[in-house]
Structure formats: structure tokens, C-alpha cells
């Protein structure tokens, strides 16, 4: 009995960068590490797809007075 699984590896870029540049990028490495895949995986194939999304939201925390720096802001937003 063969056994087929499959695994999604998503690549974010900067919402600043051309998607269509970001495709060729990773259709380059894709290309790169194709020879380092075992036959199997060859055989049965890699895809490289282009999906667009818009964040869902963009939140920036800042401390008015400078009291905390970037480390501990960024530590209070991921706790809370």
C-alpha cells in the first residue's frame, strides 16, 4: 500500500515587494533545492503558487515618553 502526504510551507514577503517578484524569487530557490530532494518527492512534484492577502490588521505600539523600549513593547503586545 502507497501512502501519499503533502506539506504546505507558506513564504511571507514585505506588503512593500512585487508579488510578481516574489513568485520568480521563489520559484528560483524551489529550483535550487529540487536537486536536493529525494526522487520520491521529484516524482511526485513541487508547486510554487502565488496567493495575495492583505494584512488583517496592522497595530503599532510605541511608548510615549520613551519609558520602554522595542524589546519590552514588543514582549507586552505578544503577553497581552
Known amino acids: 500500500m ?3 502526504a503533502s506539506w504546505k510551507l507558506y513564504v511571507n514577503f514585505d506588503v512593500k515587494t512585487d508579488p510578481n517578484i516574489d513568485q520568480v524569487l521563489a520559484q528560483i530557490r524551489k529550483s535550487q ?14 508547486t510554487v503558487k502565488k496567493s495575495q492577502s492583505s494584512p488583517l490588521m496592522i497595530v ?12 519590552f513593547s514588543g514582549n507586552y ?4
Not at 60 to 71: E, Q, W
Open 33 to 46: 533545492a529540487d536537486s536536493k530532494l529525494p526522487q520520491e518527492v521529484r516524482d511526485y512534484g513541487v
Open 60 to 71: 503599532s505600539l510605541y511608548s510615549p515618553k520613551g519609558t520602554y523600549d522595542a524589546t
Open 2 to 4: 502507497q501512502t501519499t
Open 77 to 80: 503586545a505578544y503577553i497581552t
